[in-house]
């Protein structure tokens, strides 16, 4: 399956909408998420064994396990579970590395390698909040375009979806860091494994709605314009 272009450089957004968001709600990604869901579930409930919780190392391994496979499962929803074409699988393991390594920012605010000081901050750490997902998508969207970098159509959409998907699931215990609003209780349980399986069609409809890639061709001229027109 491939995502639907529905957009026209001279006519907009077609009607094909509809269609194509049909498309994404097939049976296969509907059962694939249901699998996500069982996925996560089995993970939690053994980060809760009491053999997890003595071993610092291996519940810090889980949760980061954890975090990637989500990050690809979901990608790999958008894609419509095509694992055919190199291009998909490449896109789908960087989910996965961006879900996971987005942790790091606990080693850097900590200034140390060791695990004990990385879990033992007493603030979130910067890629934790969640505000900055949409900066960073605006801005890697404003470079691909500008860059005419047309193939990366995809980033943006790749980046919000592995770092949202990284929030939510810590959100169950410390809710979302909203900066500069504060933070929200914690997610329920519940409503974070729904926002989990929910999160990839969101994703992909709002692609669909916005005609990526075509619709960065024609912001990538119209910045080029009047960046000539400047220059006049």
Known sequence: ??????????????????????????????????????????????????????????????????????????????????????????????????????DVDHFLAARSIHLKDATSLQQRPLFHMTTLIPVIAIISEIIICASGLHRLHYFPYLFTLSWFSHHIRDATRRGLWLWPFGSTPPVPYGMYIGLTLVLPFLIAILMSITGSPIHAVELHRVLHRVGGIQQV
């Open 1 to 102: 399956m491939r995502l639907p272009i529905i957009y026209n450089l001279d006519k907009g957004l077609s009607n094909g909408t509809t269609s194509s968001i049909k498309g994404i709600l097939t049976s296969a990604n509907l059962i694939s998420a249901s699998f996500l869901g069982v996925f996560c579930l089995t993970c939690d409930r053994l980060a809760q064994t009491a053999a997890c919780r003595r071993n610092r190392v291996f519940a810090a391994l889980l949760d980061n396990f954890t975090h990637g496979i989500i990050g690809s499962w979901t990608w790999a929803v958008v894609l419509g579970g095509n694992l055919n074409s190199t291009k998909n699988l490449r896109q789908i393991i960087l989910a996965g590395i961006l879900a996971s390594c987005m």
